[in-house]
């Protein structure tokens, strides 16, 4: 089966570094992609995973571990506008399907 | 470059009517997927179109349809609308059938059935 799991929620102060993890099972994998979305608004694509490793994009990081179908997400300097929700989505091979869960909400405080 | 665009961007329609969706992707984008997100919880998988041929399909019922025209545009048609059925309808675009390449979404379309 699948399944997929975050925590719900996670708050914050201005300035600060959450990690936003996730565990995974699903078959066929093929790599974890990280989205962000405001409330009333779509999903934005935040980062991708493909291999085990540390993936780079500005303030956000994401990590993967294949062999622990593990990965988190890494916000530094945390800004008011990052309050919003996270969700991690796991793909497989030749398709688009991404696999949601409930994702993490994330808020951050002044 | 304008972005995947949806239409309508609201909707209200009554239990047991018909409603279609329509999507643009991004240009150059070959591969439309539709993702139904209930208040609360996370976007899921109805259909995925590439090259106008179904490529996916998630756990929902035969009232859910979906096509995709010649220029990738896509329609998604629900049937005997429930109750249930009223969420944010989004759409994903992506460049090609690959586990790798980045999926965009549209600012979706909020249907409420009553």
């Known amino acids: 089966g699948q399944s997929l799991e975050q925590p719900s929620e996670v708050t914050a102060v201005e300035g600060a570094i959450v990690q936003i993890n996730c565990t995974y099972q699903?078959?066929?994998?093929?790599?974890l992609s990280w989205y962000q979305q405001h409330d009333g608004g779509a999903p934005t694509f935040l980062s991708y995973?493909?291999?085990?490793g540390l993936e780079e994009t500005g303030r956000f990081s994401s990590f993967l571990s294949r062999s622990d179908s593990y990965g988190y997400l890494l916000l530094q300097e945390l800004q008011m506008k990052d309050s919003a929700s996270y969700f991690c989505?796991?793909?497989?091979?030749?398709?688009?399907?991404?696999?949601f869960g409930t994702g993490t909400r994330l808020q951050v405080f002044p | 470059d304008a972005g995947v665009t949806q239409s309508p961007t609201h909707l209200i329609k009554t239990r047991g009517q018909h409603v279609t969706l329509r999507c643009s992707p991004i240009?150059?984008?070959?591969?439309v997927s539709w993702y139904q997100q209930v208040l609360g919880q996370g976007p899921q998988f109805i259909f995925q179109?590439?090259?106008?041929?179904?490529?996916g399909r998630g756990n929902f019922p035969d009232r859910f349809s979906a096509r995709q025209f010649p220029n990738y545009s896509s329609e998604l048609n629900v049937n005997a609308l429930l109750l249930g059925d009223s969420a944010l309808y989004l759409c994903?675009?992506?460049?090609?059938?690959?586990?790798?390449?980045?999926?965009?979404f549209g600012p979706g379309t909020r249907l409420t059935v009553t």
């Open positions: 994903a675009s992506s460049l090609a059938l690959a586990g790798h390449y980045e999926q965009y």
């Open positions: 995973n493909a291999l085990d």
């Open positions: 179109y590439y090259e106008k041929e179904e490529r």
């Open positions: 240009s150059g984008h070959k591969s």
């Open positions: 989505a796991p793909r497989g091979y030749n398709t688009d399907k991404l696999i």
């Open positions: 699903t078959s066929g994998f093929y790599g």
